[in-house]
T-cell receptor, first 113, second 114 residues
Framework: AQKITQTQPGMFVQEKEAVTLDCTYD???????LFWYKQPSSGEMIFLIY??????QNATEGRYSLNFQKARKSANLVISASQLGDSAMYFC??????????FGKGTSLLVTP | KAGVTQTPRYLIKTRGQQVTLSCSPI?????VSWYQQTPGQGLQFLFE???????NKGNFPGRFSGRQFSNSRSEMNVSTLELGDSALYLC?????????????FGPGTRLTVL
């Protein structure tokens, strides 16, 4: 069965610094997608970034980049120049053909001034 | 383009009652998925619909049901509510069912069962 592991329950980072949130996954599928979502205290899940299993370049979206290491089955999220508004829960998720999106347990990020 | 909308946003029910939650996907999206989020269990998949057909179902009892209409709008129903059904119910829509399709989430419905 596919499994998403986020080993950091909570992280602190100072404003304007970069932070890396870890995500490892387990699948024997060749074709899959990896996603990161942000969930502020309001509850809405906000899509941040996507990486396809066949993509050779790491995905980037503004201040977000995904450090994709296929052989190690890791898909870490890097947030550059953290802002106070980045404080939230962050979820890593994986999609596979014929299966629903599978989420990790999440990492709570707190950005301090 | 309007995002995913969910109604109602908040709901308080008592044990034994039933509840219906509604989700309107992004215009043009044909797939709708439902998730339950609780502090203890995290995000759990409920069901997934595409073109009015349930394509996938999570490991939930038969009290949880859903449907999708021809305009892609979806509803989920929980009958005989239990205290443990208190949760944030999230709906997500995507264009199709492809692995590469991003699911966009609505704001959620927070259900409290007393």
């Amino acid at each position: 069965a596919q499994k998403i592991t986020q080993t950091q329950p909570g992280m602190f980072v100072q404003e304007k610094e970069a932070v890396t949130l870890d995500c490892t996954y387990d699948t024997s599928d060749q074709s899959y997608g990896l996603f990161w979502y942000k969930q502020p205290s309001s509850g809405e899940m906000i899509f941040l970034i996507y990486q396809g299993s066949y993509d050779e370049q790491n995905a980037t979206e503004g201040r977000y980049s995904l450090n994709f290491q296929k052989a190690r089955k890791s898909a870490n999220l890097v947030i550059s120049a953290s802002q106070l508004g980045d404080s939230a829960m962050y979820f890593c998720a994986m999609s596979r053909s014929g299966y629903a999106l599978n989420f990790g347990k999440g990492t709570s990020l707190l950005v301090t001034p | 383009k309007a995002g995913v909308t969910q109604t109602p946003r908040y709901l308080i029910k008592t044990r034994g009652q039933q509840v219906t939650l509604s989700c309107s996907p992004i215009s043009g999206h044909r797939s709708v998925s439902w998730y339950q989020q609780t502090p203890g269990q995290g995000l759990q998949f409920l069901f997934e619909y595409f073109s009015e057909t349930q394509r996938n179902k999570g490991n939930f009892p038969g009290r949880f049901s859903g449907r999708q209409f021809s305009n892609s709008r979806s509803e989920m129903n929980v009958s005989t509510l239990e205290l443990g059904d208190s949760a944030l119910y999230l709906c997500a829509s995507s264009l199709l069912l492809a692995v590469t399709d991003t699911q966009y989430f609505g704001p959620g419905t927070r259900l409290t069962v007393l």
